[in-house]
């Protein structure tokens, strides 16, 4: 249905503008309400302005113009409008055709102001946005797909670096790489999910906060690196939900089965290699064993110290 519009005006308006401007929004679909248009002879004017035209509007238009502000019939009619605001929410939209003082009902009110009576083209269009409710706004895109990742809460890191971080860790503990790429990881579709330069920066950050260590390069590339046993514990105890049971399982298996072998244990966990040299490393700095490691990646577990029996206990 056509939003019916109440056009307010001072009759000294009608033929430099109003009736062409009325005759622009019928041709555009709104119901323009007009006084020329709707009384006939011996209708009664306050029975046709203010019980059919104004009642019935969705909005008013109001022509301000340097006759206008002065006529009483358009103070009615605003006074009219202002109160349907309140009570129906009826917009009003001032049309500012001269130089001339603004109603103060009106100063709070964003108006149109029409510079050109003979040449008002885009006034008419946002005129008619405006009416129809329709907003030249463009409409709200996808967020980056890195803010879309859940995440868990590491204290000390934006979402950005913890973005960075949970990846490189995954896929460390699924590769088990000691060196990562991130020219490579955060490439997918062959585009970086990671601005470039907030990509430089969190790695940064996170090499200065000891959760990963940078090989430095001469230019303007990225530098590869690693996670420190910092950065994978940190990632671990906040996305590893099993964690401390499997330390715990870890440690049983050494002490009381006597694994002496990386390899075992990760055979009889059934966890990747990473994870469980991570979990040996952390014992071996915390000083409850030592470790002994080969080229091809095996690590051999001695001096098991009696403290590492007893969180068993």
């Known amino acids: ?22 005759e622009k929004l019928r041709q555009n679909g709104v119901d323009a309400w007009l006084d020329k248009w709707e009384m006939l002879p011996g209708d009664s004017l306050v029975e046709k302005i203010f019980e059919e035209g104004l009642k019935e509007a969705q909005a008013v238009i109001v022509v301000l113009s340097s006759y206008s502000i002065s006529k009483p019939w358009v103070k009615e009619e605003l006074n009219t409008s202002i109160v349907n605001k309140i ?13 001339c003082d603004i109603p103060e009902s009106l100063k709070s009110t964003v108006w149109e102001r029409v510079q050109d009576t003979n040449n008002y083209q885009d006034n008419l269009d946002r005129i008619i946005a405006s009416v129809f409710g329709h907003s030249t706004k463009p409409s709200l895109g996808s967020p980056p797909s890195y803010t879309q990742h859940a995440l868990a809460d590491i204290p000390g890191l934006t979402q950005i670096d913890n973005l960075v971080l949970k990846k490189s860790c995954d896929y460390d503990l699924e590769n088990n790489a000691h060196i990562i790429n991130p020219g490579k990881l955060f490439i997918e579709n062959d585009k970086l999910i990671v601005p470039e330069n907030e990509l430089k920066d969190s790695l940064e950050m996170l090499d200065r906060n000891g959760f990963v260590k940078l090989s430095r390069t001469i230019g303007e590339g990225f530098s590869h690196y690693q996670i420190t046993t910092h950065g994978m514990e940190s990632y671990l105890n906040a996305y590893l939900t099993e964690y401390q049971s499997l330390i715990r399982d870890v440690i049983s298996l050494i002490v009381n089965k006597d694994m002496k072998l990386n390899a075992k244990i990760i055979e009889e966990t059934n966890c990747s290699q990473r994870l469980i040299d991570h979990i040996l490393d952390l014992l071996d700095i915390n000083g409850h064993l030592d470790l002994s490691k080969t080229v091809g990646g095996g690590v051999h577990i001695y001096n098991v110290s009696p403290a590492l029996r007893r969180m068993l206990a």
């Open 1 to 22: 249905m056509a939003p019916k519009v109440f056009v307010s005006h001072a009759s000294e308006d009608k033929e430099r503008f109003v009736l062409g401007f009325a």
């Open 87 to 99: 009570s129906n929410g009826t917009k009003i939209i001032p049309v500012v055709i001269d130089q």
